[in-house]
């Protein structure tokens, strides 16, 4: 062998899987067809439960600087409905999304695999891949030439098109695209603030002035409406996005051209002159697309690999990185042959169905969004529905990531399969944030009795956890303040990926320590 893990992509999906492998002690061998980093934003958003598993890792502060406004807050809304989705009540430090461009995840997370002693390979492009009952084969171009690499494991991480997927003959059912868009990096010659006034009277009740410097709204054209936005991102650049009438003849293969982009902001502000620089531009479509099996032998795929979503709110980059987060782990156990044999099968049994949720639902958005005056009732009815507070709840967890509970036995306490929420701990250390208890990325025992109270089942709890030292670390502590949501629990054992996998029942811990963390040492 020549590695443990090859990793094909490093995207954010695939910098997350291997950051993760290299925090739980394995080095994986990244592959990546570019020869430099991914300098376009693409998404700008990080939804509430990404926001928290960064969080976990130590990785969210510093991507705060470089944070860019959504708006003041940054709601959640579900098909663009007036009545925005409240995260409050899922108990979250971060109920808002969060604004930061995807080139900017990326290059943190390139930092940390780098600080655990990891390295991107770049200028190598995967163009096959076999595997047997002992390990892969992938086939890598590079300077012309190709050769084999051999590993136990391998991650497809390689995006919507991916050549892993492709080499394996898998299907990728779901929807084709039906609307195409453009979406590129721009340097403005001026703010819109500036010249957004200078406008036609028609002209500025179409287009909104939103806050930083941003600009939305939909602009009647000859053939149609064109859906118009342009959005202050880092360092001056706007992220210009369109779609209409013009943009549909256009094959999606065909490069998105400086005219293609001039005609459009001409189309909607009647300017010729406030487009200084262009300095990328794709085309994307609103397919919706899901494998059907997110491991085949010793192949495993994550991110658009696996999925691709209608593009509403960056949620491929925040499906993305939730594979990776759950994915890491789990094979970095399977390496180190302390895994049980259903624990690398779970990745698919939980991610699977999350993001089937997800590309369900933003279906049903962009049918709202695209359709015009004959869905004004359904929006009507949908409004009010979402006005009741259940209802709301319910899409605000579904669109953010934090309602999202890993299936679980028949009987298991109300908190098993749900995230770890984050309040304020007092320990023996000092206060601390519950969810810093889980930057080493081991599985955490976590005794809620520090008060003394109930000190025979904390004994026995310690006891049993003892035995698993060497892969759970166990704390004491007390509830000080801070968001909590869902019932209460006096000990919770909580995974490296921060859901929980037990509370209180002693007669289950064992069997859940070794269904999560393998055989006792």
């Known amino acids: 062998?020549?590695?443990?893990?090859?990793?094909?992509?490093?995207?954010?999906?695939?910098?997350?899987?291997?950051?993760?492998?290299?925090?739980?002690?394995?080095?994986?061998?990244?592959?990546?067809?570019?020869?430099?980093?991914?300098?376009?934003?693409?998404?700008?958003?990080?939804?509430?439960?990404?926001?928290?598993?960064?969080?976990?890792?130590?990785?969210?502060?510093?991507?705060?600087?470089?944070?860019?406004?959504?708006?003041?807050?940054?709601?959640?809304?579900?098909?663009?409905?007036?009545?925005?989705?409240?995260?409050?009540?899922?108990?979250?430090?971060?109920?808002?999304?969060?604004?930061?461009?995807?080139?900017?995840?990326?290059?943190?997370?390139?930092?940390?695999?780098?600080?655990?002693?990891?390295?991107?390979?770049?200028?190598?492009?995967?163009?096959?891949?076999?595997?047997?009952?002992?390990?892969?084969?992938?086939?890598?171009?590079?300077?012309?030439?190709?050769?084999?690499?051999?590993?136990?494991?391998?991650?497809?991480?390689?995006?919507?098109?991916?050549?892993?997927?492709?080499?394996?003959?898998?299907?990728?059912?779901?929807?084709?695209?039906?609307?195409?868009?453009?979406?590129?990096?721009?340097?403005?010659?001026?703010?819109?603030?500036?010249?957004?006034?200078?406008?036609?009277?028609?002209?500025?009740?179409?287009?909104?002035?939103?806050?930083?410097?941003?600009?939305?709204?939909?602009?009647?054209?000859?053939?149609?409406?064109?859906?118009?936005?342009?959005?202050?991102?880092?360092?001056?650049?706007?992220?210009?996005?369109?779609?209409?009438?013009?943009?549909?003849?256009?094959?999606?293969?065909?490069?998105?051209?400086?005219?293609?982009?001039?005609?459009?902001?001409?189309?909607?502000?009647?300017?010729?002159?406030e487009l200084k620089e262009i300095r990328w531009a794709s085309r994307f479509s609103d397919a919706c697309r899901q494998v059907e099996r997110y491991r085949t032998g010793r192949v495993l795929l994550a991110g658009d690999a696996a999925h691709i979503i209608v593009p509403l709110g960056g949620q491929g980059l925040n499906l993305g990185l939730q594979d990776g987060f759950n994915l890491g782990w789990k094979l970095a156990a399977t390496v180190h042959g302390r895994a049980p044999d259903e624990l690398l099968d779970s990745y698919h049994d939980e991610r699977h169905p999350a993001a089937a949720l997800l590309l369900r639902d933003a279906r049903a958005q962009f049918t709202l969004l695209d359709g015009g005056p004959e869905l004004g009732q359904l929006r009507e009815v949908l409004t009010e529905l979402l006005a009741l507070p259940d209802t709301n709840r319910h899409l605000a967890g579904v669109v953010s990531g934090l309602g999202l509970r890993h299936p679980v036995p028949d009987g298991e306490h109300p908190l098993v399969g749900r995230r770890l929420p984050d309040p304020d701990l007092r320990t023996a250390a000092g206060t601390v944030r519950c969810h810093t208890l889980l930057r080493s990325g081991r599985g955490v025992l976590l005794d809620l009795g520090g008060d003394g109270a109930d000190a025979a089942a904390s004994a026995e709890t310690a006891a049993v956890a003892g035995r698993w030292a060497d892969r759970v670390d166990h704390h004491r502590a007390t509830v000080v303040a801070g968001p909590v949501a869902g019932p209460d629990a006096r000990r919770l054992l909580v995974r490296p990926d921060g859901h929980v996998c037990w509370a209180d029942d002693p007669r289950r811990l064992a069997d859940a320590l070794t269904r999560w963390f393998g055989a006792p040492r």
């Open 1 to 273: 062998m020549d590695t443990d893990v090859i990793v094909v992509g490093a995207g954010a999906t695939g910098l997350m899987v291997a950051t993760e492998l290299a925090l739980a002690g394995v080095r994986p061998l990244v592959l990546e067809s570019r020869t430099d980093r991914a300098a376009e934003s693409r998404a700008l958003n990080l939804h509430p439960r990404t926001a928290e598993i960064l969080d976990c890792r130590g990785l969210l502060e510093p991507l705060l600087k470089h944070r860019i406004s959504l708006g003041t807050p940054a709601h959640s809304f579900f098909g663009a409905l007036p009545v925005p989705l409240d995260c409050h009540p899922w108990g979250t430090r971060h109920p808002y999304q969060i604004g930061v461009v995807q080139s900017r995840v990326e290059e943190y997370l390139e930092r940390r695999l780098t600080e655990l002693g990891g390295t991107v390979s770049r200028g190598r492009e995967v163009t096959g891949v076999t595997q047997d009952a002992d390990g892969v084969t992938a086939t890598v171009s590079a300077a012309g030439r190709e050769r084999p690499v051999r590993a136990r494991w391998l991650v497809g991480c390689d995006g919507g098109r991916s050549a892993t997927r492709k080499a394996l003959g898998l299907a990728f059912p779901g929807t084709d695209g039906t609307q195409i868009f453009v979406a590129a990096d721009v340097v403005l010659a001026r703010p819109p603030e500036e010249w957004h006034a200078e406008l036609a009277p028609d002209r500025r009740r179409n287009l909104r002035l939103l806050p930083g410097n941003s600009l939305a709204g939909v602009v009647p054209v000859a053939g149609g409406r064109l859906m118009f936005s342009l959005r202050a991102l880092e360092d001056g650049v706007h992220r210009l996005s369109f779609s209409g009438p013009d943009v549909q003849r256009v094959p999606r293969s065909e490069p998105v051209t400086d005219t293609e982009i001039r005609a459009a902001v001409r189309a909607a502000c009647g300017l010729d002159v």
